[in-house]
């Protein structure tokens, strides 16, 4: 049994990636027997092509990927040379770290609540700065340049980057370095960049990869922060693979190749980036330049650091309050009035969407969780561990746009049988939850003390009873950390959803993002709630669980 | 009284390899109450020679050559058939349980019965000075404290002999000569045979069996 598991979760990881993958490439060059395609043609591409706005919808994708990466992993470096083992670092990683479990969608909504003309920040300064008592007629969220939208993709990056450099510090002499290179006159950050960042940056490349995949090829932060005319290009590919005239499937075919191009340019345009920055990075620091003032530097760093955590956590809290909000009138910071009319009048609709999300992430999680510990268990019975070639596989659903596979997946699955079901949701769900449970899993796993193991053996011990007896409960907390995530991650998956579900498996996230297009705050207010607060329970389970099972073990409490 | 050419821990032509290198190369028959140590310095392999009599060698090393306990061949058994009682330079003892715990998590299945079980590993921390400790969280020991109650769970498990790596090495003075007193007494009473790796000559020296130099 334990032998398949890994053989398992590489089919996971790959199968419906490849197969996906065929499904959406062959039908962009006109075949689909089932509706009619059966000659080759390059006419869907030409229908693509000249769709209107389509160069500037690229356009758009292709600088959403590139710019949130380059921010992100500027800000994160920055940061973490400038103020890496101080206090203040690990006060802002605390603050940072739970942004992580927030689903895109509901940091959108609490990104838009806060910025918009209408939003908490402009009543913050007016009237009494602004002089203003109705709303400016700016256009900040839905900007024509995306501006809003990268703002929303970095707010949700830089904690996915931190953590993964934060996972990459130890295997790197950070304080050695840091020491020598100021022994040396370098400045904190330039110390830090020039000596120990290009190790980091190495074991962060896939994870930098997996963000400009995502960027390019947002939906769900799209249609809520992106621009309208045109939409992003993954927007308006979801609107053609949506489209109830059959025949459009070819033509959405041919947009999803068009966005593996654009995330593939987008993946080109960042090697040359990396190119120049290290050529940069080399060149300064063959000059010998020691910066060393750059106290200014990392205050900025530090200051957006806690930008990006406020900023959402601020939005989720004035969204958590236009949920129970009566009338709430311009410039007023506060509501007029509280009322739970709102929640209501949209709780007796809650229910099923709720119970989707709760019973497809609960799956997905448990279903990845038993994958990964067993290929885990695997793994230490044979002493290997894959390499480089299992990072490769957990990153494959991450690197490849969502779109550009799920749509094809979509047809083989409604071949099959399995449309719009729920094992069919639970499957898909299980792709993008199984690496996160693996690489939250992994480390922790990989690092238990064997001489337990050994000792329990010499105790006369079974492999089974030694697994369950030892090594399962002291790495419960790990587990369900891992569990927390995944389900986090599930309960974030929009365009999975959307299209595997094809409204008729509804989740909070899909029903909070179709929403949103209505403009209702209140009811807005009350979907991204919910959307927060089932992660925010998974990660308080996961604490509170162990912290019962082994409330008098001492040595248990920091795992 | 047993056939002394099988009583014991024989080790018959045993050889750790990594890769192509040869980390040790071991001929030796421990009798039963006694100790043999090996000593090197640290990266020797002479932890491996204790992984591999006990059953648990990282598999990128390769062992070759037979252990005999009793007179029988147990290189091929796996770990938990072996039985043998090892001691770390920690006590690790196992977070999650109690000091009782983990004690009772050592008794053979043999015994059976709640009571019967609790009571033997009560009786077990009387032995070592510890009574009323059973359900002490570990964490809140002492180091003493602690390698005793370690001691106690690897003799609790009726073990075919004793391995021990370094056991003392993380103990202040007062306290290690203690312990190794302690550990040598129980090992001869019981009749165990021990390998003892160690960089530490008063350990050797302690333990007054053969010394064999590896590295």
């Known amino acids: 049994m334990l032998r398949f598991a890994p053989a398992l979760a590489v089919a996971i990881l790959s199968l419906p990636v490849l197969a996906g993958l065929a499904g959406t490439v062959i039908p962009a060059f006109g075949y689909l027997p089932a509706l009619g395609g059966t000659a080759l043609t390059l006419d869907p591409f030409r229908v693509v092509l000249g769709q209107p706005g389509l160069l500037r919808s690229c356009l758009i994708a292709l600088s959403c990927g590139v710019v949130t990466a380059a921010v992100s992993t500027a800000l994160v470096a920055v940061f973490v040379g400038g103020w890496s083992q101080t206090r203040t670092f690990r006060f802002m990683q605390s603050l940072v770290s739970p942004l992580l479990a927030v689903p895109h969608a509901a940091a959108a909504f609490g990104l838009a609540f806060m910025i918009a003309p209408s939003g908490f920040l402009a009543r913050l300064v007016s009237p009494w700065a602004t002089g203003w008592t109705r709303p400016p007629d700016w256009l900040i969220v839905n900007d024509t340049f995306g501006l809003s939208l990268m703002a929303g993709l970095i707010v949700k990056e830089v904690p996915f980057l931190l953590l993964m450099v934060l996972a990459a510090l130890p295997q790197v002499p950070v304080t050695a370095s840091r020491q020598l290179s100021a022994t040396l006159g370098y400045g904190r950050v330039s110390g830090f960049l020039f000596a120990t960042w290009p190790a980091i940056y190495r074991q962060i490349r896939l994870a930098v990869f997996a963000v400009i995949a995502f960027a390019s090829s947002a939906v769900d932060v799209a249609v809520i922060l992106g621009p309208t005319t045109p939409a992003p290009l993954p927007v308006r590919l979801v609107e053609w693979m949506n489209d109830p005239d059959l025949s459009a499937r070819f033509m959405a075919s041919a947009g999803a190749v068009l966005q593996l191009g654009v995330t593939l340019g987008a993946l080109l345009i960042w090697l040359v980036v990396e190119k120049l920055g290290g050529l940069m990075l080399m060149r300064l620091a063959a000059r010998g330049r020691r910066l060393r003032r750059d106290a200014s530097v990392r205050r900025v760093a530090l200051a957006l650091m806690g930008l990006t955590a406020a900023i959402v956590f601020g939005g989720l809290g004035v969204l958590a309050l236009w949920s129970v909000s009566g009338l709430w009138q311009f410039p007023n910071v506060l509501p007029d009035m509280l009322s739970l009319r709102g929640w209501e009048k949209t709780l007796p609709r809650v229910g099923g969407p709720l119970m989707t999300t709760i019973t497809v992430g609960l799956a997905a999680t448990v279903l990845s969780t038993l994958i990964v510990v067993a290929s885990l268990a695997r793994e230490a019975e044979t002493g290997r561990t894959g390499g480089n070639r299992t990072l490769f596989f957990l990153y494959l659903p991450l690197l490849v746009p969502q779109a550009g596979f799920v749509f094809g997946l979509k047809l083989f699955l409604a071949h099959g049988g399995v449309g719009a079901t729920w094992t069919a949701l639970v499957l898909v769900h299980l792709v993008f939850v199984l690496p996160y449970v693996f690489l939250s899993l992994s480390a922790p796993w990989r690092a238990f003390d064997t001489r337990y193991e050994a000792i329990a053996a010499g105790l006369g011990k079974s492999r089974r009873a030694t697994f369950f007896a030892i090594r399962l409960p002291m790495l419960a907390r790990a587990v369900f950390v891992a569990m927390a995530i995944g389900f986090a991650v599930s309960v974030g998956q929009y365009l999975p959803t959307v299209l595997i579900g094809a409204g008729r498996l509804v989740t909070i996230t899909t029903e909070a993002v179709a929403l949103g297009a209505g403009g209702n705050r209140r009811v807005i207010g009350i979907y991204a709630f919910l959307q927060m607060l089932l992660p925010f329970l998974g990660f308080a389970l996961a604490a509170l669980v162990p912290a019962l099972l082994f409330r008098n073990r001492r040595a248990m409490k920091v795992a | ?215």
């Open chain 2, 1 to 215: 009284m047993q056939d002394p050419s099988t009583a014991g821990l024989r080790l018959e032509g045993v050889r750790i390899v990594l890769g192509e290198r040869e980390l040790l190369s071991i001929d030796r028959h421990v009798m039963p109450g006694e100790t043999l140590t090996v000593m090197g310095p640290s990266g020797s392999g002479k932890s491996t020679l204790l992984a591999f009599v006990g059953g648990f060698l990282d598999p990128v090393f390769k062992g070759g050559g037979r252990v005999l306990c009793g007179g029988r061949d147990i290189s091929r058994l796996p770990a938990q058939e072996r039985h043998a009682g090892i001691l770390f330079q920690d006590p690790l003892l196992f977070p999650h349980m109690s000091v009782g715990g983990n004690l009772v998590f050592a008794i053979p299945e043999a015994v059976t019965g709640r009571t019967a079980r609790r009571e033997l590993a009560e009786a077990a921390l009387a032995d070592i000075g510890l009574d009323g400790f059973f359900e002490r969280d570990p964490d809140t020991l002492s180091g003493g404290q602690k390698a005793r109650v370690a001691l106690a769970r690897v003799l609790l498990a009726e073990p075919n002999f004793l391995l021990l790596d370094e056991p003392f090495s993380k103990l202040d003075m007062q306290l290690r000569d203690q312990i190794r007193a302690l550990v040598f007494e129980r090992a001869k009473s019981s009749r165990l045979p021990v390998i003892l790796v160690t960089h530490d000559a008063a350990d050797a020296a302690a333990a007054g069996g053969d010394v064999i130099e590896i590295g």
